[in-house]
């Protein structure tokens, strides 16, 4: 018989902590026993998964006591506060938010890219920034081909990154703007319905939002290339579910089209849609509610020797969140590596 393990779900009624039911019961992943966990306004709700019924509890420091795995999708300072006493209990927790990701003894990790590196993890692992996730498994089939020197990637995300409640200001001002009310803005920076805002965190000294120096930073360590020279736009559109990323590349060596569009094709988490002149290109609501990273618009960049640009989108919530985290848990239990220690 398979072994079970004892999971809990930190953040179990954000979008996330949704989605990573659904993925849960969709992958048959091995559970033993279930514990959904939030903030005190989040305890007492009902949540379905499979045919159960599972009251969420409020977190506490005593809440991790004979847990296996925790999936955190709770926001960076539930992490910092919780993961401590989570591993300290021997659960391993796999967190979605920023807290852990530069942190130089904690692995980030998409497994298909860079799954060796749970080998030496210590009981925390995170799980990369959305639009991180979906970028780096096409770097990692373009670096492996031809070596990268070079990448700009602009983003176009979807509100869904920025919460439940950024969704339904979205919902709310377009109802207004068809009602001819007046439209208000309370969660995102500035009116997002008919609208896109190249904002999204906060703004540094440097003039870069902290979401694009995530996506830079995270692309470094995750491909194991400090040296890289990449750079990001970051833009929130008005698009409920679905990332998408506008990517150019220059490469060390020469190769053909054919040659980047085959090496796309034969990764496991990309799916190559790329006839352009029969309109066989993906958009976010094409890519919404499935896995794969999509890759079209494939072409030589006429202004560099040896650059290609490519259009990039994936589900944001799933490969980007629920999915990929629920992956490391499956990449652990495989290679046997629940265990670790704390030194």
């Known amino acids: 018989m398979e072994k079970q393990y004892n999971v809990a779900i930190l953040g179990a009624t954000g979008k996330v902590g949704q989605e990573l039911l659904r993925t849960l019961s969709e992958r048959n992943f091995p559970i033993k026993n279930l514990k959904l966990l939030a903030s005190s306004k989040s305890k007492d709700q009902n949540l379905k998964f499979k045919d159960e019924l599972l009251t969420v509890e409020e977190v506490n420091n005593n809440s991790f006591k004979d847990i296996d795995i925790v999936l955190a999708s709770s926001g960076e300072d539930i992490a910092k506060l919780y993961a401590k006493s989570a591993v300290e209990e021997g659960a391993c927790f796999i967190d979605n938010s920023n807290a852990f990701r530069m942190d130089t003894n904690v692995p980030l990790v998409v497994p298909e890219v860079n799954g060796e590196d749970l080998k030496n993890h210590r009981g925390i692992i995170a799980n990369p920034n959305c639009s991180t996730s979906q970028l780096v498994p096409v770097l990692k089939v373009l670096d492996d081909l031809a070596g990268l020197t070079r990448v700009i990637v602009s983003t176009y995300q979807s509100v869904s990154g920025a919460g439940k409640e950024a969704m339904e200001e979205l919902s709310e001002q377009v109802s207004q703007w068809h009602t001819k009310m007046d439209i208000t803005t309370k969660i995102l920076p500035k009116q997002i ?30 491909l194991h290339r400090p040296d890289l020279l990449i750079t990001c736009t970051a833009v929130r559109v008005p698009v409920f579910v679905g990332h998408s990323e506008s990517v150019t590349v220059d490469l060390k060596q020469t190769v053909s089209i054919d040659e980047v569009r085959d090496s796309l094709a034969r990764h496991s988490l990309i799916k190559v849609i790329d006839d352009p002149l029969k309109a066989e290109y993906i958009t976010p609501l094409e890519a919404a509610a499935s896995d794969p990273v999509y890759v079209s618009r494939i072409r030589k960049d006429t202004s560099s020797i040896n650059g290609f640009n490519l259009w990039v989108v994936s589900d944001n919530l799933r490969i980007g969140a629920a999915l990929n985290t629920v992956k490391i848990a499956e990449y652990l239990i495989k290679y046997n590596l629940l265990n670790f220690s704390l030194v």
């Open 193 to 222: 319905a008919f609208n896109l805002i190249p904002h999204i965190d906060k703004f540094l000294d440097n003039g870069y939002t902290k979401e694009e120096i995530k996506v830079i930073n995270e692309s470094r360590k995750i």
